[in-house]
């Protein structure tokens, strides 16, 4: 074929383009038209001009430069309506037990429980010994457990032992060895401690065999009659039905295909004291399907303790596998004696939203629609009450094509059984509109057309239309589906609520295909007792369950950019602190508000009408009027964008709630605090409150309040423990060290900011990293009628704090420092021991005055 007759039908298809005849059509859907139309009228010119063979080529050419055409003119949302039918996913998920019933799925068998009485001896707690706390098991392991609400406690395996008991209570119901070696290598004393506290209180231990370079062969574990094989690769994973460590997990399946990893390791035993819980059988490549290896190898095993009288379960591979994370909830179940039962009831609601809304071909015609509601139907048979929960915007009911709109009629017809949730009338966020009234109109235009709880993705977006185009394909979506992530959200949540949309329920449809089949999924391996509820019904279950959740945490809205979206728009980002002095009261924070506030680069808040220069959020009532509240203290900037900005609240120090509070608000920002000696600390506080007329102070001597036992009157002992509650430093400084890094928190010896200021605020101003950095020598001086130092002012002359700061007061009695020194020994040590393990911490002279004072 010439280069002439190939460049006249392409000449043909642009003048048919050049006319706008194709455009309007693909863009009316009418592809028929132009598509009958054009290919013949190019055939016959070409059968005119070529001949036979020549004419092929150029449809073949052509074809190719139509596909072209198409692609970039027609939106690739459309192709979905030319899609075939038949191509969609159908769930592939079967349980062996519900096939020999005849239905399903397996029918409902009580699960077993593991309660008894030994576990009103242990707390619900686990002790996770590691090598590292960056391993992968043990990041695997810390996610589980904070994933099901499980409390543990990780400690680095050495030389010594936590503490493991409190009173007559186990402090833990399981131990848990990242690496079984760090347990059978134990050095003889620790072992026999942990040994015998596992037998005092029936604790049980769960360990890992960690893989190893060296492939091990019948080796024996030490001290133990049981042979490990080691680093293998294994396929067809099933369970043992008769092991009673099963309870979540339901045995009669098998998980087909190779496992994850080759380094697995199976156990040979030589005593009835073990019994397998899941076994699996070799893989070897390449070898005939018919003649494989069947024997079935042990890969977790239980040691029922009758050679030691301590309960173990063993593991020949980590988490990843993902039945070793069903097994793993099971083994702690078991060996605690139900004190780490989990619950096995899960609720489940699926949204649906914009209903109504999608581009014109991707939207539910009545075969999606009679699909969604066979669909519900079925779901309905193992999960009582399911109903799709669907949201609607009315003004887009009847925008899309003939079969599609018959598609919305269609859903009203069958309104009943379904659940509703509206979104605005026109679909637009509430925060974008600019007037009032339309923003009212427009929501009472949708209530006419006819709660706030977490809720979980899935997997499935607006964009995530056809199998093929899920990231990562099928197999990946099988894979979240059949024990990946789908499957462990609904296990790990006791009420799940997924987000999807309405293009997930036509085209092909993905979204009855996910649901349907991780619920059968779930049916067939877990004993899990499913169920559903209206919206306002699992709200209530909801907090009824996790009763803390009701307290809000104010997240920082900088930190995403959808969220900067529908903040205040006379709300700034760089007006949230840089930095917070958190206290503890009486330990000169207004004197540090003051220094700080002679920076230039500085800017504090606005003051309080009620507690001044403290704003007190994260630790009182004031925290619930949420955060625009806050920010109303924090106005913008304006010119100098560079100014750093702070605030001082001292009650902050020993509030238990203020520390993840201000670290989800303020994740970044920096901490001071100013620690002086806890007696004197107790001693000011009592008599700050004396001075300003505090009925129990005035009525009570300073030992008889700090003496006071728990018989004593509230009133009392609320004032008590004003007093000495904020100078047991190490245990709020570990509260303040959990949310935020060492280096973030910056500790000031409150003698030294007394004696040398100037030092202190030089020291204070490079941990900040402010600019320019001023000399605070020639901004202080002494005053000797205060006692301390002020601000500088007219040349020679100072200006200090008011009247009540300052004061002298009677010395305090011996036998109440006697008192406290006792008291806060312990407290004091622990300070010590804190400050040492961060590293670059000086112990202040106070510090070590009140250690070496003989009580």
Partial sequence: MSTESVYKASSLSRSLLGRGALRRDVEAGNTGNWSSTLIPCCCLWLLKHVNVKKCVIAIILLSFLLMIVYINLVPSSTFASFMPRDTRPMP????????SSGGASPPDVPAPDHRSEARLRIDPKVLVFVESAYTKLCRDIAELLVHNRIKYKVEV??????????L??????????????????????????????????????????????????????????????????????TLNPASPVLRLTRPGETAWGSLPGDDWTIFQANSSTYEPVEWASRYIPDYPEGNRNKTLLATVIQDHGRLDS???????????????????????????????SLSLDRMILVDIDDIFVGERGTRLRTDDVQALLSTQSRIRHYVPGFKFNLGFSGKYFHHGIDEENKGDDMILENVDKFMWFSHMWNHQQPHLYDNLTQLELDMNLNREFAMVLPRQTCGLFTHTMLIDRYPGGRDKLDESIQGGELFQTIVYNSINIFMTHMSNYGNDRLALYTFESVLKFLRCWTNIRLSSSPPVQLAEKYFKLHPEEMDPVWGNPCDDVRHQRIWSRNKSCSALPHFLVIGP????????????????????NIPSPTTFEEIQFFNANNYYKGLDWYMNFFPPIQGNTSRYTFEKSATYFDGELVPKRAHALLPNAKLVTILISPAKRAYSWYQHIKYHGDIVANNYSFHEVITANDTAPKPLRDLRNRCLNPGKYSHHLDRWLMEFAPNQLHIIDGSALRSDPAEVMNALQRFLKITPCIDYSKMLKYDPKKGFFCQLVNGDHTKCLGKSKGRNYPAMEEKSSKFLQRYYMSHNTALVKLLKKFGNRTIPHWLKDDLSTPS
């Fill in 92 to 99: 592939m998920v079967h349980c062996r037990l519900g096939e």
């Fill in 157 to 166: 395996s050495g030389k010594s032992l936590p503490v493991l008991t409190n």
């Fill in 168 to 237: 007559d209570k186990g402090r833990y119901g399981v131990i848990v060895f990242e690496n079984l070696s760090k347990y059978l290598t134990m050095d003889k004393w620790n072992r026999e401690l942990l040994d015998k506290y596992c037998r005092e209180y029936s604790v049980g231990i769960v360990g890992f065999v960690s893989p190893t370079e060296d492939t091990l062969v019948g080796a024996q574990l030490k001290g133990f009659p049981l042979f490990i094989h080691t680093n293998l690769r294994l396929k067809d994973a």
């Fill in 310 to 340: 301590i309960q173990r379960v063993i593991f020949g591979s980590g988490l990843r596998f993902w039945l070793h994370r069903l097994l793993f909830l099971d083994a702690l179940s078991y060996l605690s004696h139900g004190q780490l």
């Fill in 585 to 604: 009261q009486k330990t000169g924070t207004t004197a540090l508000y003051s220094f700080l506030s002679l920076h230039p680069a500085l800017a504090s």
